[in-house]
Structure formats: structure tokens, C-alpha cells
């Protein structure tokens, strides 16, 4: 079983950027699609942004697209979100998630991270 911790929240202000890190235990890291999820107070938790099991494939919400990057390292069994020019609607907890599916709908995902704060000031 794969279990999931997220890393890298803080406070940035508008403009500014944040690399947040989720490391997995578990040796079927690899074979997951992964996700990355916020979901701010209020309001429903909504996908930011996913990989394939071996990179070559990412999507992104449109959001985020263009400022905000998803990658990872299989060896090093951890997904990454590098984000920047961070906005204040861009605050919110941000989780990752680990799928057997390219999908933005959280309901696909089987496990998900504890989460990490992002607060972003104007």
C-alpha cells in the first residue's frame, strides 16, 4: 500500500513561487498515475494537475495552466508541483493523490495525502 505526504507549503505573496513535494512510501509508486488537488475553505476540492505513471503525459487545469508544473521522480518515488506567479486565489490545501487513471474527478483517486497549506498574499 502507498501512502502519500505532501511537503513545501507556506506563505508566499502574489507573484512569488513554491515548489511543494509529495514522497511515497511503497514499491508500486511508478505504477500510479498522480494527481494534484486544492481544495480551499468553502469550497470543493478541485484538480490542479496530474502525470503519468512514467511523465511523458501531464494535464493541467486551466487555472494553472502556464505557471504552475507537475513532475516526478520514480526513483526517488516523489511527485512535485512547481508553482509560480502565485495568486491569492491560488491559496487553499493542496494535496496529492495516486490513481489508475489520467482523471481530474477526485472520486478516481484510491489514495490522497494528508495535505499542505499554501496562502498566498496580495
Known amino acids: 500500500q502507498v501512502q502519500l505526504a505532501e511537503s513545501g507549503g507556506g506563505l508566499a505573496q502574489a507573484g512569488g513561487s513554491l515548489r511543494l513535494s509529495c514522497a511515497a512510501s511503497?514499491?508500486?509508486?511508478?505504477?500510479?498515475?498522480m494527481g494534484w488537488f486544492r481544495q480551499a475553505p468553502g469550497k470543493e476540492r478541485e484538480f490542479v494537475a496530474g502525470i503519468s505513471w512514467n511523465g511523458v503525459t501531464t494535464n493541467y487545469a486551466d487555472s494553472v495552466k502556464g505557471r504552475f508544473t507537475i513532475s516526478r521522480d520514480n526513483a526517488k518515488n516523489t511527485v512535485y508541483l512547481q508553482m509560480t506567479s502565485l495568486k491569492p486565489e491560488d491559496t487553499a490545501v493542496y494535496y496529492c493523490?495516486?490513481?489508475?487513471?489520467?482523471?481530474?474527478?477526485?472520486?478516481?483517486?484510491?489514495?490522497w495525502g494528508q495535505g499542505t497549506q499554501v496562502t498566498v498574499s496580495s
Open positions: 511503497g514499491r508500486t509508486f511508478s505504477t500510479y498515475y
Open positions: 493523490a495516486a490513481g489508475l487513471a489520467t482523471s481530474a474527478r477526485p472520486s478516481q483517486y484510491r489514495l
